[in-house]
Every structure is written in C-alpha cells, then in structure tokens.
C-alpha cells in the first residue's frame, strides 16, 4: 500500500491505524476498479468513465478547493469517521 501516500493531501497516511488504512484502501480500490459506484449504485464505467487523477483528502475544504479549480469533471466519495475524522477519495472523469 505504499502507493497511498502518494495519493494523500494533506495528511501522512503512514501515521493511521492499519484498520484505517485498510479501509481507505479497500474505499480507493472499490472507486478505480468497482464495477458500481457505492455513492449512486450506477456503473462505474457509465458514470465516470475513464477514472484516473486519484486524491485523498482529510480536508473537506481542501477538497472543495481542489475540486473547484480542476479542469475536468471530479467527483467524490466519503469514508465512515475514522478516528474522528472523515476522507473523502477524489477523482477525474471523462464525460
């Protein structure tokens, strides 16, 4: 899972509980390669097609910021709270 730490903005995904990180894990790989979207229950590839551009985001303003100056169409998805605090997954999509 070391490629996660890669995705973070702006916390250290290093510094979590295994089970939050499994389970940020386990969020990230339903959204790339899910066949339906646990936010809408659509198809993925119907939905959003191309998927790619992955974050995670522990600032819903951050992510908000991000989303709002992306040049593509973006989408989220939220986690339970882990620890107190939520992640939400973000990415790109082709319309």
Known sequence: MEFMEK?????EFNKLTEGDKDYLHSMYLSIKYGVT???????MDTAYPNRSNFKLFSSQ???KSYMASSPKPVQSY???LLGGRKYWVVWNYEI
């Open 37 to 43: 979207c646990p936010k809408t229950m659509v198809a």
């Open 61 to 63: 303003d951050k992510m």
């Open 7 to 11: 995705l973070c903005v702006g916390f």
């Open 78 to 80: 939220g986690s339970h």
